[in-house]
């Protein structure tokens, strides 16, 4: 059996807490790419951790399909690239505000230095995938399984990001 790559197929970033051992490798990768420093602070990725009952949860931009934050920014510094599927903040238009992180469920935009941060997938080439070993983070060709799976694991990880938080 032959397997067939096909270029420019878009793909989703599947995101699974069941599988994350909090090993931090995906933050590190993601802060030295970004930043070109090993720093947890300064990663668009962190992972939110509940010791007592060993559970851990990659807050990492789910690129929605109708994000959220797109509509509630004041100065249309975030946009969806619609062939590809990446949210992408414009740090030039970006005045900080805070509304885009207010309305991500998945709490995954970050004001620092007076702007917004968040994943953009390092272009369609993201580096907390390449190091995660456990698998949990996994850059797959969009189709309707795949699709269908991203969705329910999105529901899962904003259900787990409650629970950690001590919310509802």
Known sequence: MSIIYLENRPKVLRVDVNQCTSCQSCVMACSLKKEGVFSPFKSRINILSDESRCFNVPNICEHCESPPCVPVCPTNAITKNNENGIVKIDMELCIGCGKCSEACPFDSIKIRNEKAHKCDLCN????????????????????????????????ERIRSIKTVRGVD
């Open 124 to 155: 369609g080439d993201p580096e907390c995938v390449k190091v995660c070993y456990a698998y949990a983070l996994q850059y797959v060709e969009k189709q309707p399984a795949t699709i269908r799976e991203k969705e329910r694991l999105a529901d």
